[in-house]
């Protein structure tokens, strides 16, 4: 079970901050919808999408191989992390000046390019952001990411509501959010000096020639990543305008913070993959259908719940004014079942040095979203952003699964989430029954049934129950006993 534990204790680490964060950040997102309108949430968003676009391609995606690497052989931290950083510097230099090449030929606004300036400035500092988190992954130390994350959103999100509630706009918005990214960069720097020491290391020409051979390859992943899972909200503004884009990104925002689970859990799980792979190759089979299992018991009742209350939860968080959000979830919150799946198929491509395979799988995704969106949101508007994204998806989990079955190893699939799927059902008619009730009690009940469930219809073993208790404290006792 140690193997176990310590996956949870690095998901919690992940998942602590990539939860509490867009709940945080979240604040801020209703604080922009309520002063700033439809319009001006989507000029936010739409911001933030160029900016995740050219951190992604300043970073060259080289974060999952740092984690691969150092978790092989720990004591290569320094070095991977000073040739790393030195390469994601020169790379953001380009990637800034691509960023705000391409939004000033976009023609937008002239608040929306001077905020895409200023938020372009950040990009070197993500990236060495970027770097350091997966370092702290591969050591298994990612608690103080979490702690430097949270830290870094907090004073972001105080400041950035206090300008908006003094009446300010997006240009002082994107200032503020620069000025925190500064500030988490030099905080996690702080931690991991306090960690591992200075990086008194100076550039590697064998690292450095190994980063740069693969980087192709991985930046490739990373960027068609980012491009099929980010262009909707691009395109949108251009074939629909910045009300749509508000409207999506409302929706958009909800599926963010439930995918916070299931991307740090498979973000947890690369490392063991890659141990795994180098030690033990048979043990790596086992491990990614219990990943799979664990992420369908998390995710799927979050989606059926999601679904029956998706106007509620709309109207509750963000007022009338985005009542037609509510549709848009509805049908946006079911990609999330693919997308948790797709992740952990991906961590496995990486892990078993098939990381070339993964990235013409996204190629092929990102090529595939961009044409159904061009075909979709003329005839449908910002549903058809919605419907491509969820086919898109769904094409990318399949051709994974594919290839994974024919070069690697069988995974059952449907029979590793069929309890799940059942149990989750069962929850929904509940749900549904109690729809027209207070909103927190209906997602109490709904929980406490769907935890009854999953225990009397053996969803988890008994061994995985007792492991999860010992591991929250509740069996200590009895154990030392």
């Not at 988190?133 to 430097?148: D, K, P, T």
């Not at 948790?340 to 078993?352: G, R």
């Not at 207070?438 to 225990?455: D, N, Q």
Request: aromatic share 10%; proline share 3%.
């Amino acid at each position: 079970m140690r193997t176990y534990a310590a996956i949870i204790h690095n998901t919690l680490a992940l998942a602590v901050p990539s939860i509490l964060n867009p709940l945080i950040s979240f604040l801020l997102v209703l604080v922009i919808s309520r002063y700033m309108g439809v319009e001006g949430l989507g000029k936010y968003s739409l911001v933030l999408s160029y900016a995740a676009i050219f951190s992604t391609l300043a970073s060259m995606g080289l974060g999952d191989l740092c984690v691969r690497e150092v978790a092989r052989d720990r004591s290569q931290a320094h070095v991977y992390l000073v040739n790393a950083v030195s390469m994601g510097i020169a790379a953001s230099l380009v990637s800034m000046a691509a960023m705000n090449a391409m939004v000033f030929g976009m023609g937008y606004e002239t608040d929306i390019l001077w905020a895409a300036v200023i938020c372009s400035l950040s990009i070197p500092a993500s990236t060495a952001i970027g770097f350091m988190e997966a370092i702290f992954r591969s050591l298994e130390r990612s608690y103080y990411v979490a702690g430097s994350f949270v830290a870094e959103n907090v004073v972001r999100v105080v400041v950035c509501v206090w300008l908006l509630l003094t009446g300010h706009g997006i240009i002082p918005v994107f200032t503020a959010i620069f000025a925190s990214r500064i500030f988490g960069m030099l905080l996690l720097f702080g931690f991991y000096v306090r960690v591992m020491g200075f990086p008194k290391v100076g550039l590697n020409s064998g690292i450095l020639r190994f980063l740069l051979s693969e980087a192709p390859t991985f930046a490739s992943i990373a960027i068609f990543s980012t491009i099929h899972l980010s262009v909707d909200q691009i395109m949108l503004s251009k074939l629909q305008g910045l009300e749509a884009v508000g409207l999506y990104s409302a929706a958009d925002r909800l599926l963010s913070i439930s995918k916070t689970v299931p991307v740090a859990f498979s973000a947890a799980l690369l490392t063991f993959f890659s141990r795994e792979h180098a030690s033990s190759p048979g043990n790596l089979r086992a491990l990614c259908i219990d990943g799979l299992r664990f992420t369908a018991l998390a995710v799927l009742p979050l989606v059926v719940g999601t679904c029956i209350l998706a106007d509620r939860f709309i109207e509750l968080l963000y007022g009338s004014q985005f009542a037609q959000a509510g549709a848009i979830l509805r049908v946006h919150m079911i990609s999330l079942i693919p997308f948790s799946t797709v992740y952990i198929l991906a961590q496995v491509l990486i892990a078993t040095n098939n990381q070339r395979v993964d990235l013409v799988i996204n190629v092929m995704a990102a090529l595939v979203n961009i044409a159904l969106n061009f075909v979709l949101i003329p005839f449908l508007g910002t549903m058809g952003a919605v419907v491509a994204t969820l086919v898109t998806i769904l094409l990318f989990n399949q051709a994974q699964y594919w290839y994974i079955k024919q070069r690697l190893f069988s995974l059952p699939m449907l029979s590793s989430m069929l309890r799940p799927i059942v149990a989750s059902l069962i929850m929904g008619g509940c749900t549904f029954l109690l729809r027209d009730t207070s909103i927190i009690i209906s997602i109490f009940v709904s929980a406490a049934v769907y935890l009854v469930l999953i225990v009397r219809t053996g969803c988890l073993t008994s061994d995985e129950i007792n492991g999860l208790l010992r591991f929250v404290g509740i069996n200590r006792h009895k154990e030392e006993q």
